[in-house]
């Protein structure tokens, strides 16, 4: 509360950047582990499921950040599925109502697209396994920060930390097993998922970057 306060008066005239400035200082500044003490910051990164799905999210972030960027990751509905069944196991036993769900994100991901143009991009899960440092390399260059090899490994505050996954894990770093999800989906959800999401899916990957 006192980083919090202290930043907030020290400010002349009050904007709504303003207070989140304040608020994401204050709360990183809270960690026994902080690492941004030093050197000048230049953006903070953070992942929040269906932020893009709401018009409204969107059009206030932009507001608050217009130097803000927009990454999406775009997943094969094939091995999301699988992964989207055990992190909600309740909540999606409805394979059409899950894939429903999952052709709205795509569809706010090609709107924001649309809308906010070269502050967004798109990359594909599997690409983030099988080509890690040229998507790091790409971001990095999309985000004008210098790349460094710690990009190439799960980290915050610089520390290692284990995969978010639904999926048990036994160590730190990059899982290769996230590629073979789509073998657990059943003939029959298959059928539906080429059914349901072949269309959207196919336009979100044109959007895509792409990496030899």
């Known amino acids: 509360?006192?980083?919090?306060?202290?930043?907030?008066?020290?400010?002349?005239?009050?904007?709504?950047?303003?207070?989140?400035?304040?608020?994401?200082?204050?709360?990183?500044?809270?960690?026994?582990?902080?690492?941004?003490?030093?050197?000048?910051?230049?953006?903070?990164?953070?992942?929040?499921?269906?932020?893009?799905?709401?018009?409204?999210?969107?059009?206030?972030?932009f507001e608050v950040y217009p130097d803000g960027r927009l990454i999406s990751v775009v997943r094969d509905p094939k091995s999301w599925l699988p992964s989207a069944k055990k992190r909600w196991p309740g909540s999606y036993t409805d394979v059409g109502q899950a894939l429903s769900e999952w052709n709205k994100s795509a569809q706010a991901m090609l709107w924001n697209k649309e809308k906010y143009g070269d502050c967004v991009c798109f990359i594909q899960f599997e690409d983030f396994i099988r080509k890690t440092e040229a998507i790091m390399r790409f971001l990095a260059e999309f985000l004008g920060v210098e790349f460094d090899d710690i990009l190439l490994k799960p980290t915050f505050n610089k520390l290692p930390l284990e995969v978010n996954t639904s999926f048990q894990v036994g160590d730190h770093g990059i899982m290769n097993s996230h590629l073979s999800r789509e073998q657990t989906v059943t003939a029959e959800e298959l059928n539906t998922i080429e059914r349901m999401t072949s269309e959207i899916y196919s336009l979100v990957r044109g959007e895509s970057v792409r990496f030899e």
């Open 1 to 61: 509360m006192e980083i919090f306060l202290n930043y907030i008066d020290s400010v002349q005239s009050m904007t709504r950047r303003d207070i989140f400035d304040a608020y994401m200082t204050s709360y990183f500044g809270a960690w026994l582990n902080n690492q941004n003490y030093y050197g000048s910051k230049k953006f903070i990164t953070a992942y929040m499921p269906r932020l893009g799905i709401i018009k409204e999210n969107m059009e206030s972030f």
